[in-house]
Nanobody, 126 residues
């Protein structure tokens, strides 16, 4: 059974950094696109970033230049390094994996993702 487990969330001051991890188990994630989404209270879940099996990366406009997605296939883990965090980055962050190895890694298409983690909370406050 495929399972995605996020970790690394927490409270950070504005301007600070965090690194989120998404561990995939029950499945070799090497060949599948994996994305990060986030959802703040009262808002729609939005795509943050995605990485393909060939390490091509995509970012939402609001995080470009501040966030970096990467993957370690040996550890079956995808990371999201978040720098220069802003209060508006506060949300529950979810990782998600496409079931199609040829998936397009579209971060504005939640329905493309077949497997989701339970989320990790990121709070940004002084």
């Amino acid at each position: 059974q495929v399972q995605l487990v996020e970790s690394g969330g927490g409270l950070v001051q504005p301007g600070g950094s965090l690194t989120l991890s998404c561990l995939v188990s029950g499945f070799s994630a090497d060949y599948y696109p994996i994305a990060w989404f986030r959802q703040a209270p009262g808002k729609e879940r939005e795509g943050v970033s995605c990485i393909t099996s060939r390490d091509r990366t995509y970012y939402g406009d609001s995080v470009k230049g501040r966030f970096t997605i990467s993957r370690d296939n040996a550890k079956n883990t995808v990371y999201l390094r978040m720098n220069r965090l802003k209060p508006e980055d506060a949300a529950v962050y979810y990782c998600a994996m496409e079931g199609d190895p040829h998936g397009a890694c579209l971060i504005d298409s939640r329905s493309d993702y077949d497997f989701w983690g339970q989320g990790t909370q990121v709070s940004v406050s002084s």
